[in-house]
């Protein structure tokens, strides 16, 4: 099959159904701390809540969960509106979250965003990202 | 009969809530927003819809991976607010129209959309947000919401054609209804914004403001555009403006574009805000 034309769109993994398929219960576990009472019993114990609840969350994903590796998570089939619930379970808003995912501090990241974004330019094509190195 | 008078397109930043919810409207930062809707919040206050029609996204609050329903409208009395994580937003519940959501979901799906009937749906900042932004902080919203949820979050949401088209059904459904209601219909979401990843931040505001330009006169031009575009030229989540669309297709094909509103940032977001009126 041929690769999708949005696969070249660089730092960016569109939540196509292979994504979703692999996400599954990484974006489920997330989706269990839309409740007040699941928030507290995971911040208690987060790698028991993770064993007793949604044990088919894979090693990978695990590892990526307790050690909040925001981007990681994206790659193994996470979606931002999923993993943003991990985020205010943290009291991340997605604004943290952007920065932490961008490798800025909030102070940086805000600031770019004040000065109107990251730019479209360099930022269309995963060639344009690997000839600036 | 009920009568379609206009639509409102803006964005629903969550960061635009919580900076109502939190006092933080007074702030320089957020006052450049609101000042966008200023004129919005008076213009639809002295024209007293007594029905919006609310185009939105559910952000996995109502839907989770188990259901994802492409076109879900409200159909029920009342619409709780969602614990997003935060605990609910302190805004009122949000009033249904039973009788004309009813009748939208049968003249839609006899025009050939298979549109998913909900009679139980929490709703979250994709249509709190602009209910906010239009209206302010009342006791209660002054007018009846019937919810539109539409899947943007897994690909593929459905196309700009397609959303055009299902809002000219819409239209027809509104315009046979015999009850006399004055009826205004929301698109919500966008503008250019990448919430995800080493991409995040992604604002292209040529692209906004060349959207803007042709959504009034021109919406035959932006029905066609791919959603690989929507995503490479107005990032991952600027594809919610195929909800836009939905609005824009429920208008009459000419329509007077009376405010218009663009400001970045909220947040990681660029805003946009238009205010179109039939013209009756």
Redesign the interface.
């Known amino acids: 099959m041929a690769e999708e034309a949005y696969e070249d769109i660089p730092g960016t993994q569109v939540f196509d159904a292979r994504r979703s398929r692999k996400g599954y219960w990484l974006n489920m576990f997330c989706m269990s701390l839309m409740k007040d009472e699941n928030r507290k019993a995971f911040k208690a114990n987060e790698a028991k809540y993770l064993d007793e609840h949604f044990p088919h969350v894979s090693p990978e994903q695990r590892e990526a969960i307790l050690k909040r590796q925001w981007n990681r998570m994206l790659e193994l089939g996470g979606n931002i509106y999923y993993t943003s619930k991990l985020g205010a379970t943290d009291g991340l808003s997605f604004q943290n979250l952007a920065a932490l995912m961008t490798g800025s501090t909030q102070e940086q990241y805000a600031a770019m965003m004040v000065a109107g974004g990251r730019s479209p330019d360099g930022n269309r094509s995963k060639s344009e990202w690997k000839s600036r190195g | 009969m009920a009568k379609l008078l206009a639509g409102v397109t803006t964005s629903h930043v ?2 635009i809530g ?1 900076a109502l919810d939190n006092g933080k409207s007074g702030e320089p ?1 957020w006052q450049k927003v609101f000042s966008g809707y200023e004129f919005s919040k008076k213009w639809l206050a002295e024209l007293k819809p007594d029905v919006v029609f609310l185009v939105y996204n559910d ?3 109502a839907f ?3 259901v994802i329903p492409t076109f879900a409208l409200g159909c029920a009395e009342s619409f709780p607010i ?6 609910p937003r302190p805004v009122p519940a949000v009033e249904g129209h039973p009788d004309l959501a009813w009748h939208i979901a049968q003249s839609t799906i006899l025009d050939e959309f298979d549109m998913t009937i909900v009679n139980k749906m929490e709703v979250d900042h994709g249509l709190t947000v602009p209910l906010s932004l239009m209206c302010g902080q009342p006791k209660r919203w002054p007018f009846k919401v019937i919810p539109l949820c539409v899947n943007v ?4 949401p459905p196309t700009g054609h397609r959303c055009f088209m299902l809002g000219k059904a819409i239209r027809k459904a509104i315009d046979s209804f015999p009850q006399d209601l004055r009826v205004v219909i929301f698109g919500t979401g966008g503008m ?1 914004h ?14 906004d403001n060349a959207f803007l330009d042709r959504f009034a006169k021109d919406p035959q031009s932006l029905v066609k555009i791919p ?2 575009d929507y ?3 107005a990032g ?2 600027g594809i919610e403006l195929v909800m836009w669309l939905i609005a824009r297709g429920a208008l009459d094909d000419e329509v007077n574009e009376v405010h218009r509103f663009y400001h ?2 909220a ?2 977001t ?1 805003v946009g805000h238009l205010i179109l009126e039939n013209q009756r």
Request: hydrophobic letters at 35%; a negative charge; proline letters at 9%.
């Open positions: 969550p960061a919580a930062y952000h996995a609050s989770s991976l188990e969602a614990d997003e994580g935060w605990g979050i897994q690909y593929p250019s990448q919430l995800q990843g080493p991409r995040a931040g992604f604002i292209n505001s040529k692209f959603h690989v995503m490479r030229e991952s989540e970045v940032p947040s990681n660029a």
